[in-house]
């Protein structure tokens, strides 16, 4: 029952900016880490971005200096804030969230439905 909705993808020129958002519904005792990945048409899943409950990020390489991801978490949101972006940043971007259920079980991983980033040149 717990569910993760993603918005925010769409068509971009290169340069140009864009945010997702990623939000958490059902039985949540916490969120623990949030993170966003990435995959390319026939490539594997990689991770992106990541973010602690007390807020320490990692990124990948391709875009440090680029993205930012940030949360709320009375929101039980995530967010990635995107720029410069490239045509090598087209892909499906997933949220994936790091959930406890009850305070008598450790985190699951919960994945969001992907949403289309395309970045036209």
């Known amino acids: 029952q717990v569910q993760l909705v993603e918005s925010g993808g769409g068509l971009v020129q290169a340069g140009g900016s864009l945010r997702l958002s990623c939000v958490a519904s059902?039985?949540?005792?916490?969120?623990?880490?949030m993170a966003w990945y990435r995959q390319f048409p026939g490539k594997q899943r990689d991770l992106v971005a990541r973010?602690?409950?007390?807020?320490?990020?990692n990124y990948a390489d391709s875009v440090k200096g680029r993205f930012s991801i940030s949360r709320i978490n009375a929101k039980k949101t995530a967010y990635l804030q995107m720029s410069s972006l490239k045509p090598e940043d087209t892909a499906v971007y997933y949220c994936?969230?790091?959930?406890?259920?009850?305070?008598?079980?450790?985190?699951?991983?919960?994945w969001g439905q992907g949403t289309q980033v395309t970045v036209s040149s």
């Open positions: 994936n969230f790091g959930i406890r259920t009850s305070d008598s079980v450790l985190s699951n991983n919960y």
């Open positions: 059902g039985s949540i005792f916490s969120i623990d880490t």
């Open positions: 973010i602690t409950m007390s807020g320490s990020t």
